[in-house]
């Protein structure tokens, strides 16, 4: 199947200070890729939608100034948490849908980054 | 709108019994439906879908589901479970011709020696 990399895995840092997350399709192209967050012992919440070449679409809630996304390319999505407090910290996780004109039937998602923010 | 609800947020067994745990949607559309494995601190693992068809699915590591419409559910279940089965398991639904899906809240399977 598909692969999908997240980078870092865990990151500990600062509060005040802004974080990147990294999220590859390592052998397709993902025109949209998705970022959720999950609390412990909690299902995962859509955060925002990424789309390649333009605008994030947001989920209510979520602070698109505080959560930066960007997706330059078909193979590389970021999402930098900015001014990170200790409530930010949590397991994000991205996915995305593979490219191929046909009708898609699943996402692919990453391994996870752990955030713990100090 | 679509929703999931996972009746059992923790499931304990014994390894070598059989497990089921229950997953039931709501939608208003036809759907894709689907199971994934998350182990700590990692990503989601696919286990098995359904799209169409017969409505029984066997996925990967010997986990089986069975779709029924009437009941809008979609239960897992493995006749003998082992020690590394033990993870969070999460059911998920989407629209069909979407792909983006709607997590349940997820269940523990905690396998005991």
């Known amino acids: 199947g598909a692969v999908v990399s997240q980078h870092p895995s865990r990151v500990i840092c600062k509060s005040g200070t802004s974080v990147k997350i990294e999220c590859r399709s390592l052998d397709f192209q993902a025109t949209t890729m998705f970022w959720y967050r999950q609390f412990p012992k909690q299902s995962l919440m859509l955060m925002a939608t990424s789309n390649e070449g333009s605008k994030a679409t947001y989920e209510q809630g979520v602070e698109k100034d505080k959560f930066l996304i960007n997706h330059a390319s078909l193979t590389l999505s970021t999402l930098t948490v900015t001014s990170a407090h200790p409530e930010d910290s949590s397991f994000y996780i991205c996915s995305a849908d593979p490219f191929s004109g046909a009708e898609n039937t699943e996402a692919f998602f990453g391994q996870g980054t752990r955030l713990t923010v100090v | 709108a679509q929703s999931v609800t996972q009746l059992d947020s923790q499931v304990p067994v014994f390894e070598e019994a059989p497990v089921e745990l229950r997953c039931n949607y709501s939608?208003?559309?036809?759907?894709?439906l689907f199971w994934y494995v998350q182990y700590p601190n990692q990503g989601l693992q696919l286990l098995l879908k359904?799209?169409?068809?017969?409505?029984l699915v066997k996925g990967i590591n010997g986990f089986e589901a069975e779709f029924n419409k009437s009941q809008t559910s979609f239960h897992l279940r493995k006749p003998s479970v082992h020690i590394s089965d033990t993870a969070e398991y999460f059911c998920?639904?989407?629209?069909?011709?979407?792909?983006?899906?709607?997590f349940g809240r997820g269940t523990s399977l905690i396998v005991h020696p």
């Open positions: 359904y799209l169409s068809g017969s409505t």
């Open positions: 939608s208003s559309v036809s759907v894709y």
């Open positions: 998920a639904v989407s629209d069909k011709g979407s792909y983006i899906p709607t």
